[in-house]
């Protein structure tokens, strides 16, 4: 299984980004996918997560700026980011589980089995 993260870069604050994240060695269809932020010192923090059913969810830091989508087809889960702030510079990373698990452990490290590489996000003037 691999997944590869693009889309990063330097936004303005209140711009926008679109992160993918590319998976093989999967069926996609079958997997939930969940996207990660890091920043240098600290934990690794849920963004976001959806399902196999395409239900999405949020954290409360993230909700209604950002959006989880996925296509199939192509084996790619999105990140649209709006209304970008300093502080969602990070590390952007996706994650993929086969497991039909509670949300309670989807918004957390231990409930994906695999990772991509990260994508870096910059926001600042």
């Known amino acids: 299984v691999q997944l590869q993260a693009s889309g990063g870069g330097l936004v303005q604050p209140g711009g926008s980004l679109r992160l993918s994240c590319a998976a093989s060695?999967?069926?996609?269809?079958?997997?939930?996918m969940g996207w990660f932020r890091q920043v240098p010192g600290k934990e690794r923090e849920y963004v976001g997560a959806?399902?196999?059913?395409?239900?999405?969810y949020y954290s409360g830091s993230v909700k209604g700026r950002f959006t989880i989508s996925r296509d199939n087809a192509r084996s790619t889960v999105y990140l649209q980011m709006n209304y970008l702030k300093p502080e969602d510079t990070a590390v952007y990373f996706c994650a993929a589980t086969p497991m039909s698990r509670i949300l309670s452990v989807l918004i957390t490290k231990d409930g994906y089995d695999y990772w991509g590489q990260g994508t870096q996000v910059t926001v600042s003037s």
């Open positions: 959806i399902r196999r059913s395409g239900n999405a």
């Open positions: 060695g999967l069926t996609f269809s079958s997997y939930a």
